[in-house]
């Protein structure tokens, strides 16, 4: 066995990543380790370092003081393999500049992309606070209260980039910086992804996103959309409420071809309902923006205070020894048939409810 340089969770020894981190044990990305740089090191004759703030699968980020404009600042160098190709860095640099043209209190600030020597890093907004990955390893799981209003700032920002065709094709809890005021900011727009998918193709090592909040079709290097995004957003509020992603455990890139995510045990239905919707196979299924999410996990004004789903009946017309899917099917065609959840869903949360139901007896 062999611990994951990042979350320290045991692996394998001959495991290529780590299923619960999405963390890279490839030599390769060893290779692609950033330099070190020291505190007091003065990057470009601007940027004075002054701690390490953290690691990614990708290299480190410092905390640096911009000495020109006086404000702290975090600096993430690149790994030298990138900075060695070409055409690696002229798209990131393309990708920088469509990030930097996003400006939305939601959305980590990217104030530069600056080239010393052979090191190339990015000087972004300094968040001082933690990431959800953090919180979520501190309290084991939010409570849908506490989710709500963090997950309502992500939907903004995502919703904003989306409307100007960005995507951020990273979307996970360590890419959410949540500062003390409780601002949130999603971070890496669109640069996590360049980054990761130009040292897959320089090395020809799979490296794109990070597999536990990896679509379906992202996994599979088919056609992109907001809805993959989406996927990630669910895969993360899946996270939130449970602890674990939807697929944490056993063969994970399987799972995410073929099996369904089990339903959050709980969250009234909708939540699940939405979530679910979310995480759904097909890009088609999923809801049409981030905030149309959000707003499916919230119901109906009220209901998430609700204690379902021990308590709600199941159908108030179907008398208990009749319920049964089929029963259960014919009954609520009517009333849901016009709401977002797909069939499938649908499906899943009444076998969920007899399930549950029948558990309760
Ligand atoms: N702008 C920032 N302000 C404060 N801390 C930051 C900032 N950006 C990154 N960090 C810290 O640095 C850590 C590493 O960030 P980084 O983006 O390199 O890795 P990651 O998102 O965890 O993984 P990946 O390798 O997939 O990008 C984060 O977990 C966070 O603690
Ligand atoms: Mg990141």
């Not at 004075?48 to 600096?75: C, H, N, S, W």
């Not at 001082?128 to 700032?153: D, H, N, S, W, Y």
């Not at 990273?170 to 640069?191: E, H, Q, R, W, Y």
């Not at 449970?242 to 909708?270: M, T």
């Amino acid at each position: 066995m062999k611990p994951c340089p990042k979350c320290h969770k045991e692996f394998p020894e001959d495991a290529s990543f780590c299923s619960s981190c999405g963390y890279s044990f490839n030599d390769t990305l060893d290779k692609a380790k950033t330099t070190i740089f020291p505190q007091g090191t003065l990057i470009s004759n601007r940027y004075k370092v002054e701690r390490e703030l953290g690691k990614g699968g990708m290299g480190v980020v410092f905390l640096a003081q911009d000495t020109k404009l006086d404000i702290p600042v975090a600096i993430k160098i690149l790994p030298k393999i990138l900075s060695s190709s070409e055409r690696a860095m002229k798209s990131l640099l393309r990708e920088a500049k469509l990030s930097m043209s996003l400006s939305h209190p939601n959305i980590l600030r990217i104030h530069n992309l600056e080239e010393e020597k052979d090191e190339h890093f990015i000087v972004m907004e300094y968040v001082e606070g933690k990431t959800l990955e953090k919180m979520i390893e501190e309290k084991e799981r939010f409570t849908l209260e506490e989710f709500l209003p963090i997950a309502e700032k992500i939907a903004a920002g995502l919703d904003f980039a989306h409307s100007k065709n960005i995507l951020h094709l990273d979307i996970k809890p360590p890419n959410i910086l949540i500062d003390n005021a409780g601002s949130v900011k999603i971070a890496d727009f669109g640069i996590a992804y360049q980054i990761k998918d130009n040292i897959s193709r320089i090395s020809g090592k799979e490296t794109s996103g990070t597999l536990c909040y990896m679509s379906p079709e992202q996994m599979m290097g088919e056609r992109v959309s907001r809805k993959s995004d989406i996927y990630s957003f669910g895969a993360l509020a899946y996270e939130a409420l449970s602890g674990n992603p939807p697929f944490h455990k056993g063969h994970i890139p399987e799972q995410i071809r073929f099996k369904s995510p089990d339903p959050l045990g709980n969250v009234p239905e909708h939540v699940n309902g939405a979530i679910l919707q979310s995480l759904d196979k097909i890009p088609e299924n999923r809801p049409e923006s981030a905030s149309e999410m959000v707003r499916m996990m919230k119901g109906k004004e009220g209901e998430i205070q609700l204690a379902v789903p021990e308590t709600k009946p199941l159908h108030p017309d179907i008398p208990k020894d009749k319920i049964n899917l089929g029963n259960l099917m014919r009954l609520r065609t009517k009333q849901d048939g016009d709401s977002a959840l797909s069939w499938k869903n649908k499906k899943k949360h009444w076998k969920m409810y007899i399930r549950r139901d029948q558990e309760n007896e």
